[in-house]
Structure formats: C-alpha cells, structure tokens
C-alpha cells in the first residue's frame, strides 16, 4: 500500500484547523506548517497527531515548499485549515495513490461556503486552485508572496478528482475585510517586485474589473446576497492593493512618515 503525506499551512487558525486536521485521520503522516501562530493553533494540531514545522512567514509560495519538504512519503496531498477532506475524496485519493497507472499532478475540485450557501457561480466551482494531489518532486512552487504560481516537474498530464473537497474561507464578514487588507497587502508587494505601477484610474479600473468578472462574467449573481458580497469584496481587496502599490511607489506606505504642516 502506498503511503501519503498531508500538509497543512496555517497561522493563527485555531477555529478551523481542528475540523480540517479530523478530515485527514486517515492519512500516514499530517504535517501541520505553522508560521509561529500566537493562537493555540500548534497545540491543537499536536493534539490531533500532526507534525508541527514551524516556517517563519516569507511568502505562501515559501511556505508551502518548506511544507513539502518536510513530508516523508511519496504522495503528498494538500489541505488548507479552511478546507475539509470528505469521504467520496478521501476513497478516491486512496483508489489514485494505489493505482499502478496513476499519474503525477491532480487537482481537486473545491465546493465553497459562504453566508450558509454552496456558491456554484462566479469561479468558485470546481475552484481547481493548483494540483493538490502529487508525488512529492513533482510540484515546486515559485517565492511569491500571494497567489502563489508552481511548476509541475512532470511530463505526464496533470488529472482532475471527480470528488469534491469543501471549504469554507471566510467565517464572518470581518474575515473577508481581514483577509482582504492582508491579501491586497502582499498584492501590492509582489506587484512592486513585478515593476507594476499604479495611479487612481488604475487602482478603480482594476477593482470594478474584478467585480464585473466574478458577479457578471462568472455569473456571481446567480448566487445572490452571498455572491454580491463577494463582488464588492473583491472590488475592495483588488482596489486597496492598488492604492497600496501607489503608495510604496512614492514611500507613503506608512502616513505617519509624512512631516505634517506647522
């Protein structure tokens, strides 16, 4: 039988990471990549049986390489504390691992919650995010620090799992505004590694673009009250991330540096 490994990344997940670590019992070995979380996260997570690395914050992209390295079998699959495992997954990872014609890479359709709804439109279903599934060297992931890009080490074609995993990314709406001014932060610094500039019409444009994308091309209305919500918030985040970068441009990033008029 062949054996898997789960990684976790986490900082400061101590309300989640329980149901996603419950999810994955079944698994040889869960490692759990903490980034010094101030939370009890870690000691939950030891609680469960996983592993605890723990990987100073330098980037997802980062992380999650310092995750993989530090899983000792030959399949890997990847969780977030936001996500959770279910059964039909779980038969059908073990069913791939223990197939002699299996392939290398499989991304893993996700079935997101949001305002107590299964949202079917704006990109959230099936949410392939990257292969989730893999043979530990044949996905590397590049130093970004958000929305991270990979590479797959593999001449084979990447599969699709049939079965759903769930997640549930935000537990309040004061999640989504954290996560947004966290997200658009890392945004605007990797845009600024990037050479990207910024200006007031860009910083609209970019944000009224990815709300029109999500809730009219996507057809985030058809969920709605939890779909709108989701396009403003994405107006919000991509905007801020916009105004950010201007900001770092011209070294105002931090107002209190600023010499205020007598």
């Not at 976790?8 to 903490?34: R, T």
């Not at 549930?168 to 990037?194: C, D, M, W």
């Not at 107006?235 to 007598?262: H, M």
Request: aromatic share 14%; with cysteine; proline share 4%.
């Amino acid at each position: 039988m062949a054996k898997l490994s789960v990684y976790i990344i986490a900082f400061n997940e101590s309300e989640k990471i329980k149901d996603a670590l419950e999810s994955v019992q079944w698994a040889d070995e869960v490692i759990v990549a903490d980034s010094f979380s101030t939370d009890g996260t870690a000691e939950i997570a030891k609680a469960h049986g996983a592993r605890v690395v723990q990987v100073p914050f330098e980037g997802f992209g980062n992380l999650r390489n310092s995750a993989i390295e530090a899983c000792s079998h030959e399949w890997i699959f990847s969780l977030d504390s936001d996500e959770r495992c279910t059964d039909a997954a779980r038969e059908e990872i073990v069913g791939i691992i223990n197939a002699p014609d299996s392939t290398d890479t499989y991304y893993v359709p996700r079935r997101n919650f949001f305002m107590g709804k299964w949202l079917r439109h704006g990109g959230f279903y099936p949410d392939y995010r990257q292969p989730q599934l893999f043979r530990k060297g044949a996905l590397v992931f590049k130093p970004d620090a958000v929305h991270e890009r990979y590479d797959v080490i593999s001449s084979r074609p990447s599969g699709y799992l049939k079965s759903d995993i769930y997640q549930i990314p935000f537990k309040n709406l004061e999640e989504v505004i954290h996560k947004a001014n966290r997200y658009s932060t890392l945004g605007a610094e990797k845009l600024l590694e990037q050479g990207k500039r910024s200006g007031m019409m860009k910083a609209l444009g970019h944000g009224f673009w990815a709300a029109f994308t999500i809730y009219v091309l996507k057809r985030g209305f058809l969920d709605g009250w939890p779909g709108f919500v989701i396009g403003v918030g994405n107006f919000e985040g991509t905007f801020y991330k916009y105004a950010k970068l201007y900001l770092k441009e011209r070294g105002l990033d931090e107002f209190l540096k600023v010499r205020l008029p007598d």
